[in-house]
């Protein structure tokens, strides 16, 4: 069943106004979510981990939505573009899929507490909670690109041996690029999953940024082949998140949801085709920048209501 609050809809007149919470006409709220989920897409296919995030923030300054509103369809949004990122990189053999199931599972065990925490949340805590973490994901994001990695296969040669201080927990056999799950591997890996699971059901977010410097630090994998195994991870424990709010019951409005993922869908192509032919430092240095700019403005605006 699915529940739009009385609180959360400004009712209109039933052929021309969609139940949104934004006062525009039916095919101006379309239009306007498929701009969105574009760019939805778009920033997750240029930037991999961390881009999003964007989803929420969009919805609410874009829809006039609150958290709790936006996080069920920004989750769908995520979901379907992960899929698609995944079902592109898994051509290249790019995807470590032990690495993103074992990730996955535990995620969506945790991602119906994170859900169970929004709901006794108010939104301004919501909302602070949020720009707080977009701005720790803004900041990683800046330091990612003064790094520059240069890595390009799916393994990267580390020069560590199996038992040297140095060595990731998480080996990969050179030959058919499986990671052997110890159980030091294993742990990192199941609490990786189970902190993305309570970030995504709370805020809606995919948590790539948490999933990537794992698989980074823990593994052999590059940066495109930890991107890769993300979006694999994100989309098992995203579509986890969203059966949990339907189960709950609540708002997933079409109308606009529909869009929305349709233009994430795009943005995400559009972005996979667009990310090699551009500087990726440069590129992570502005969207880190416009992190920043939502974060501040979501901050300003609870502030705001606050007085």
Do not use: Y
């Not at 039933?14 to 006062?23: K, L, Q």
């Not at 949340?121 to 973490?133: C, G, Y």
């Not at 698989?215 to 082949?225: D, K, N, V």
């Amino acid at each position: 069943m699915i529940l739009v609050s009385d609180s959360a809809v400004h009712r209109g007149n039933d052929e021309g106004f969609d139940h949104t919470g934004f006062g525009c006409h039916k095919l101006d709220c379309v239009m306007m979510a498929i701009l969105l989920g574009t760019i939805v897409g778009l920033v997750l296919g240029l930037t991999g981990a961390g881009g999003s995030i964007f989803a929420v923030p969009l919805l609410i300054f874009g829809l006039g939505w609150d958290m709790h509103q936006a996080t069920p369809v920004a989750l769908l949004a995520v979901c379907g573009a992960a899929l698609v990122g995944t079902a592109s990189a898994w051509k290249t053999r790019q995807v470590c899929q032990r690495a993103a199931l074992l990730v996955g599972i535990f995620g969506s065990v945790t991602a119906p507490l994170g859900i169970a925490l929004a709901a006794r949340a108010s939104h301004s805590l919501l909302a602070l909670s949020f720009a707080a973490v977009m701005a720790v994901v803004a900041v990683r994001m800046i330091l990612q690109a003064r790094a520059r990695p240069s890595e390009t296969r799916v393994v990267r040669a580390t020069g560590a041996n199996d038992d040297s201080p140095g060595a990731p927990v998480c080996r990969v056999d050179l030959i058919s690029s499986r990671i052997r799950l110890s159980s030091p591997c294993a742990l990192v890996l199941a609490l990786s999953g189970g902190i993305t699971g309570v970030l995504s059901g709370a805020l809606g977010v995919g948590a790539g940024f948490v999933i990537v410097p794992t698989l980074r630090a823990a593994t052999e994998l590059s940066i495109g082949s930890s991107i890769a195994t993300s979006l694999m991870a994100i989309a098992i424990i995203s579509a986890s998140a969203v059966a949990g709010f339907l189960v709950r019951g609540d708002s997933f409005p079409l109308a606009v949801a529909a869009p929305f993922l349709v233009g994430a869908l795009g943005g995400m192509l559009i972005g996979r085709w667009v990310a090699p032919r551009v500087s990726g430092p440069r590129l992570q240095q502005t969207f880190a920048a416009f992190m920043i700019i939502a974060a501040a403005s979501m901050v300003w605006r609870e502030l705001a209501t606050v007085r």
